[in-house]
């Protein structure tokens, strides 16, 4: 009697692009197979750390739910890590991770590939359908600039989040638009002598 190679269960879903980036690197990677799907397509552009909208209209019939929350955003946000961050966290990405687990790809605990995941992973990447950064992120890019925006693209986690927060918020610099602000001048008192 034939055996099966894996166990019966839900029926497996055919993968799409974000299913797959998903599996070889988190949300992360999804939010920026999207960016650079989006900016390929010029429905984005990107300059240095910046994104905003591009000259190509969002037709909503063929665009992916991920594509979609990210150009929207890219109307309001233009910080690329800021984008990354919502587009990673966000229910459109939310939902790619609970299908994988409900098909048995991903861990439910830990959200870790599971052998079958890792499977599917690998036959995806073999049949050579998806373009090399959804497998190896920024560093399969050839527009080198792009992979360092990318790479750069990172909000520190936890405190060094609240504390580059606090910080852009008492820098008289950060959004002034002129010297109407109060005098930060310095009081002096800093140098100590030495022996």
């Not at 692009?17 to 429905?43: K, P, S």
């Not at 994104?51 to 665009?63: F, H, K, L």
């Amino acid at each position: 009697m034939p055996t099966s190679p894996e166990p019966p269960g839900p029926a497996q879903r055919d993968l799409d692009l974000y299913d797959i980036a998903f599996l070889a690197g988190g949300g992360r990677r999804v939010a920026e197979t999207a960016l650079i799907t989006l900016r390929d397509r010029g429905v984005i552009k990107v300059r240095g750390s910046r994104a905003r909208p591009g000259d190509t209209p969002v037709e909503q019939g063929e665009i992916h739910p991920v594509e979609r929350s990210l150009a929207e955003l890219c109307a309001e946000l233009d910080d690329i890590a800021v984008l990354l961050d919502f587009v990673r966290r966000g229910p459109e990405v939310v939902l790619i991770r609970a299908q994988l687990m409900s098909d048995g790809s991903l861990t439910c605990f830990r959200h870790r590939v599971t052998a079958l995941g890792r499977r599917r992973l690998a036959q995806a990447q073999a049949r050579g359908t998806w373009p090399a950064h959804v497998f190896e992120g920024s560093t399969a890019l050839k527009d080198r600039r792009l992979a360092r925006t990318l790479d750069n693209a990172s909000l520190p986690s936890g405190l060094g989040r609240a504390l580059a927060r606090m910080g852009r918020a008492l820098d008289p610099d950060h959004g002034a638009s002129g010297s109407d602000g109060p005098d930060h001048g310095s009081s002096g008192g800093g140098g100590g002598g030495g022996d």
